[in-house]
Every structure is written in structure tokens, then in C-alpha cells.
């Protein structure tokens, strides 16, 4: 399958996921746009690819989102990859946010996740 004229505009580019995909969507034609806030990581997905381009963006910014859109040019597709959570041993997440996940679960009971 080719892709070959079409844009395709990857948020959260630069590492993991979003730069296989990068790269993949290239291997097929695509013109690809890889999008995230560390512009070295980026630049670094896209050194050596002809059809990659990079552009720093914070999707959490409603203005570099603007930016990005505006910088990118029309997409015909478009991958929300960007994400940011905060992370910890399972041990260490509060028992709270784990009941507001399970509203089903009294707060006397254990929490089982199956």
C-alpha cells in the first residue's frame, strides 16, 4: 500500500511509538510531520529522512497547536500519539485516585482489578 501525496501529522514523534510510526508512514510515501516538545529528539527521528519533518510543539498549548496545524499544512491523516502522565510503583499511587477509577467499589473494600 502506498501513501504517497498524503501528509500525515504524528503528535508525540520523537520517541517510541510515534517515531516507529513516523517511520513507517515514510517507508510508505507519506510525507510525515512529527510533532512533540524536545525539538533534538525530533530532529533526530527525522536526520536522514527525506519525507520527516520536525516541529517543536506542547499539545497541552491551545497556541502551539494553533501553530503546529498552521506550520504543518493540511493533513489527511492525523495521530494524537503525545502523552504525559505521571507515573508510579503501584504501591505508591494513592488510594484515592484507585476508588475514583472504580466508583463501583465502597471504600471498605479491597480493590481488585480483573
Given amino acids: ?25 515514510a517507508g510508505r510515501g507519506a510525507e510525515v510531520v512529527i510533532a512533540g516538545r524536545r525539538a533534538e529528539r525530533l530532529e533526530a527521528v527525522a536526520k536522514g529522512h527525506g519525507l520527516i519533518r520536525a516541529i517543536a510543539a506542547d499539545v497541552t498549548n491551545e497556541a502551539s497547536v494553533a501553530s503546529l496545524f ?26 484515592l485516585a484507585l476508588r475514583d477509577a472504580r466508583p463501583d ?10
Fill in 1 to 25: 500500500m502506498t501513501l504517497a501525496g498524503k501528509r500525515v501529522l504524528i503528535t508525540g514523534g520523537g520517541t517510541g511509538v510515534g517515531a516507529d510510526m513516523a517511520r513507517g508512514f
Fill in 70 to 95: 498552521a506550520n504543518a499544512g493540511p493533513c489527511d491523516i492525523v495521530v494524537a500519539n503525545a502523552g504525559a502522565a505521571d507515573s508510579a510503583a503501584y504501591a505508591n499511587l494513592p488510594r
Fill in 105 to 114: 467499589v465502597a471504600a471498605d473494600q479491597p480493590l481488585v482489578w480483573r
